[in-house]
Each structure stands twice: as structure tokens, then as C-alpha cells.
């Protein structure tokens, strides 16, 4: 495992058959750079990975978080167009599962 900059990787290019970026590009103001160097690293035929959150999921917390519902760099509304245009052919598979598990009052 390699923690960096995801704008840069200092890995070497098209020497890896996989490539996961979840819950970080959104972190990058333009999370496409890191789309192209997941792209770079990959070799042909590669799969890449990223996870992006909904703006619109959790409505729950709407009255607790001030940007819920706001654009992010990097979220699920717009993920396809980003990391289409490093890799061309892009699958969205929506994910509806619960993240976290919180007991039940007793």
C-alpha cells in the first residue's frame, strides 16, 4: 500500500491490474488529476474503482449538516462524466447498503 498525493503517485506507470479510490477524491478541488493518474498506473485493461457519496442520500441529516445536498467535487451525481473522461467506458453500480450499524436504545 502507497499513501500520497493522489494528483501525484510516485508509482511507476501501467504496472498495476487494479486501482481503488474510495471516499478520497472529493477531497482533490479537481478530482479528475486523480482519475488520470489512477489511469497512468493501470495497465491496459486495468480496473479502477472509486466510491463516491450521493449529495442527495442521508436526508436525515439535512437538519444537521449546513451543506447537505451541496455539490461536492466528486460525488456520485457527476462521477461518471469525471472518470469517463480518463477511461472512456465507465460502469456505475449504485451501492444501497447501510454503512453503520447503530445499536438499538434499550
Known sequence: ??????RHVPLPTARFDAVSAVNCLYFLDDPAVGVREAHRVLRPGGLFLAGAPSRYHDPELR???PNWGERSPFDAEEVAEIVAGSFGDVAIEPWEG???YLPDQV
Request: aromatic share 8%; net charge negative.
Open 98 to 100: 447501510p454503512v453503520y
Open 63 to 65: 437538519h444537521v449538516l
Open 1 to 6: 500500500m502507497v499513501c500520497d498525493d493522489l
